[in-house]
């Protein structure tokens, strides 16, 4: 059997053997029962996590620095190019809920991860051509990450069967550990590539991720032989027949949501006792963790753009280099959690992970809640020293302030990311059924893709009102008569309400 169909066997042509493996219901790449000596486990995780890595150094080697591309070579207002980096943000991550689809019911996660990163691959070319060529557009990135996104850290995940102790124990040290791997690419990216393209050229700027990412897909290609692969039986998928239903009601107008309900309904994922799978409370109340989380590559960053970056005598650090900041505690705190803090929490608690999962993500909406704070006071500092120093009214001119005095709210992001960010990654992944490990990966996506959406549509709304009557606005082109320290302010006192709808519904939420 060839690997383009490993991970499509269905029910029919399952061998007998598969129902006695221990990890039953998945395979090898020749469709043979899974050999948990030859494939799976940590032997198959690093192929998945080196992929990720480059997908990272790609992703944020665009991302990081995108803001200061849309005003410098495109020219957009600071408000509106924080408008298109939160609406690209946000599309990014809620396409992957229709990756999540097509992957769960038709193509399998391995496809799907294939065909995603040659769509990658092609839009971040499209993207290389249009700084040198202005006329060529990239809509391909938002939809490679659709596909790419949900897929890759679902089939990592999947190599280990949470069936069986010790292999369980590993995959809650997976979700750990795929975090601070990805830290790798993008603190790459942030130093490398953001000098690259302030200094040097937006082209090759945008060239070298391309090529990175094309040398991840070799290495997910590399572990192909190693890797298990969920055997999928369309009809009894949830997705799969959920989307009969929607298709036949696209063919017959009188169909009725009551029919798509009664038919989620019937797939367990609407019963009563089994809804706390779909917890729609717990996502909501991690939306505004997410807007948050969307304010480092959009206004930290133009902070920085007005503030003395001297390292030494002739080299500044790119303003959207100072991201690299929040890697710094990820790559700390995470392998001390995993294994000091883990084992001591299990001992009292006798949790396996130590502290629940809603207990994890709670903490890191604390800690957001105070990196707004500082924020919004050294906001105010850097406000103070322009006035004190004569450069309201001279935005292009920089501040007597070291950018030292935002590395702080830099630091706390990345502790929140580590509690809050892996949390949610673990939560949605281990609380929905097997056959839809890649839509529920999805959905902690969605939740930072729609705070994106909603910090885009927070930026337009306030910029259009606090603009009127001769005032400026908050997110004034000159930095110096902004309010940045007012948006902070107001983000966190929406993460104290956040935080206390979040611990309210975590309280009573039974786990899968």
């Known amino acids: 059997m060839t690997i383009?169909?490993?991970?499509?066997?269905?029910?029919?042509?399952?061998?007998?053997?598969?129902?006695?493996?221990?990890?039953?219901?998945?395979?090898?790449y020749q469709g043979r029962p899974a050999d948990r000596s030859k494939?799976?486990?940590?032997?198959?995780?690093?192929?998945?996590?080196?992929?990720?890595?480059?997908?990272?150094?790609?992703?944020?080697?665009?991302?990081?620095?995108?803001?200061?591309?849309?005003?410098?070579?495109?020219?957009?207002?600071?408000?509106?190019?924080?408008?298109n980096v939160n609406t690209w943000y946000?599309?990014?991550?809620?396409?992957?809920?229709?990756?999540?689809f097509i992957a769960d019911?038709?193509?399998?996660?391995?496809?799907?991860?294939?065909?995603?990163?040659?769509?990658?691959?092609?839009?971040?070319?499209?993207?290389?051509?249009?700084?040198?060529?202005?006329?060529?557009?990239?809509?391909?990135?938002?939809?490679?990450?659709?596909?790419?996104?949900?897929?890759?850290?679902?089939?990592?995940?999947?190599?280990?069967?949470?069936?069986?102790?010790?292999?369980?124990?590993?995959?809650?040290?997976?979700?750990?550990?795929?975090y601070l791997g990805l830290v790798g690419g993008p603190e790459a990216a942030l130093i490398f590539l953001n000098y690259i393209q302030d200094n040097l050229n937006w082209g090759l700027g945008f060239g070298i991720p391309c090529i990175s990412m094309a040398m991840a897909l070799v290495v997910f290609l590399m572990g192909t032989r190693t890797y298990r692969y969920t055997v999928k039986g369309q009809e009894k998928n949830p997705f799969f027949r959920i989307g009969k239903v929607f298709a036949n009601a696209a063919r017959n107008w009188r169909t009725t949501n009551s029919v798509i309900l009664n038919e989620m309904e019937a797939q367990g994922t609407l019963r009563p006792e089994s809804s706390h799978q779909y917890n729609p409370p717990i996502w909501v109340s991690c939306l505004v963790y997410a807007i948050v989380f969307a304010q480092p590559p959009t206004f930290f960053t133009e902070q920085g753009t007005t503030m003395d970056r001297t390292i030494w005598p002739g080299f500044d650090i790119p303003p959207a280099s100072?991201?690299?900041?929040?890697?710094?505690?990820?790559?700390?705190?995470?392998?001390?959690?995993?294994?000091?803090?883990?084992?001591?929490?299990?001992?009292?608690?006798?949790?396996?992970?130590?502290?629940?999962?809603?207990?994890?993500?709670?903490?890191?909406?604390?800690?957001?809640?105070m990196c707004m704070i500082v924020a919004a006071i050294v906001e105010m500092k850097r406000l103070e020293i322009a006035m004190e120093s004569g450069l309201v009214d001279k935005p292009e001119a920089t501040i007597p302030m070291s950018f030292w005095w935002l590395v702080p709210q830099y630091l706390l992001i990345g502790i929140a990311d580590v509690f809050t960010i892996v949390g949610l990654q673990e939560f949605f992944y281990s609380?929905?059924?097997?056959?839809?490990?890649?839509?529920?990966?999805?959905?902690?996506?969605?939740?930072?893709?729609?705070?994106?959406?909603?910090?885009?549509?927070?930026?337009?709304?306030?910029?259009?009102?606090t603009s009127k009557e001769g005032y400026d606005s908050w997110f004034s082109d000159n930095l110096n008569l902004a309010h940045l320290d007012y948006f902070y302010w107001l983000l966190a006192g929406l993460s104290i309400v956040g935080l206390v709808s979040f611990s309210y519904f975590a309280k009573s939420y039974i786990y899968r």
């Open 4 to 28: 383009s169909s490993a991970a499509e066997v269905s029910d029919s042509e399952r061998s007998p053997l598969l129902h006695n493996y221990a990890g039953g219901g998945v395979v090898d």
């Open 431 to 465: 609380q929905v059924p097997n056959e839809l490990r890649s839509a529920g990966l999805s959905l902690y996506l969605s939740v930072m893709g729609v705070g994106s959406l909603l910090s885009s549509f927070l930026v337009s709304v306030i910029d259009k009102t």
């Open 105 to 178: 019911s038709y193509l399998g996660r391995y496809r799907t991860i294939l065909i995603a990163s040659l769509l990658y691959i092609l839009g971040l070319s499209l993207l290389t051509l249009s700084a040198v060529l202005p006329s060529v557009s990239s809509p391909d990135l938002a939809v490679a990450q659709g596909g790419h996104k949900p897929c890759v850290q679902a089939f990592g995940a999947d190599q280990f069967d949470g069936k069986d102790s010790k292999e369980g124990k590993a995959r809650s040290s997976f979700f750990n550990w795929w």
């Open 90 to 100: 946000g599309v990014a991550s809620v396409t992957p809920l229709l990756g999540a």
């Open 322 to 369: 100072l991201q690299l900041f929040i890697g710094i505690p990820i790559i700390f705190l995470i392998p001390i959690y995993d294994r000091f803090f883990v084992p001591f929490a299990r001992a009292i608690t006798g949790k396996p992970s130590g502290i629940t999962v809603l207990q994890r993500i709670g903490i890191g909406m604390f800690v957001s809640i």
């Open 39 to 83: 494939t799976g486990c940590w032997r198959s995780a690093f192929f998945i996590i080196g992929v990720e890595l480059g997908e990272r150094f790609a992703y944020y080697g665009i991302s990081s620095n995108l803001i200061n591309y849309l005003t410098g070579s495109l020219g957009q207002s600071k408000a509106r190019a924080a408008e």
